[in-house]
């Protein structure tokens, strides 16, 4: 059965501060990993990552793949109040239909 | 271009009832995916539709069931409801369900079973 873990479950840090969170995954053929952010209600995407080894970035966040680890880690520097949220890592096996398999969350709390 | 959509927002039922809930994708996906978030299980894939028919489901019991229309949107229903289906039901769409592109989810309804 697909697995995801991801660590830490919690993290509270201040303003200014730059975050990693991780990701590892077990799963059958895989094809490709997701990260989300969860304020309220919707998950919002933020990367989809299929190749080992190339970061993505958006502003403050990056992400990169590692395939040989098995793992992904999500990178926030210079965080804001505004980060604060659960961060879902998911992965898409190459052979299931619209289908995520998504780990426990990180929840990330900024404080001013 | 509107994002998807879910109807109702929040839900109060009572034990044994049923209930459908309702999603429209965002224009031109027509791929829909259902998942049940709760506290201790997190988000759990339900089912995947994509041109009216099931193309996957997850390991939940017989009575949670969906459908999707010709217009791509879905509904899912769950019959005799229990304690434990209280959830965040999200849906989630994208062009085609393939791993090639991310899902985008909906803000969820919020099912409430007493």
């Known amino acids: 059965e697909d697995k995801v873990v991801q660590s830490p479950l919690s993290l509270v840090v201040h303003e200014g501060d730059t975050v990693t969170l991780n990701c590892s995954y077990e799963v059958t053929n895989f094809r490709s990993l997701l990260w989300y952010k969860q304020e309220k209600k919707a998950p919002t995407f933020l990367f989809m990552l299929?190749?080992?080894?190339i970061e993505k970035k958006s502003g403050r966040l990056s992400s990169i793949l590692d395939k040989k680890e098995l793992s992904s880690i999500l990178n926030i520097t210079a965080t804001q109040t505004g980060d604060s949220a659960i961060y879902l890592c998911a992965v898409a096996p190459g052979t299931s239909y619209g289908k995520l398999t998504f780990g426990q969350g990180t929840i990330l709390t900024v404080h001013p | 271009k509107a994002g998807v959509t879910q109807t109702p927002r929040y839900l109060i039922k009572t034990r044994g009832q049923q209930v459908t809930l309702s999603c429209s994708p965002i224009?031109?996906?027509?791929?829909v995916s259902w998942y049940q978030q709760t506290p201790g299980q997190g988000l759990q894939f339900l089912f995947e539709?994509?041109?009216?028919?099931?193309?996957n489901k997850g390991n939940f019991p017989g009575r949670f069931s969906g459908r999707q229309f010709s217009n791509s949107r879905s509904e899912m229903n769950v019959s005799t409801l229990e304690l434990g289906d209280s959830a965040l039901y999200l849906c989630?769409?994208?062009?085609?369900?393939?791993?090639?592109?991310?899902?985008?989810f909906g803000p969820g309804t919020r099912l409430t079973v007493t």
């Open positions: 989630a769409s994208s062009p085609d369900g393939t791993v090639v592109y991310e899902q985008y």
């Open positions: 299929t190749s080992s080894g």
């Open positions: 539709y994509f041109s009216e028919t099931q193309r």
């Open positions: 224009s031109g996906h027509r791929s």
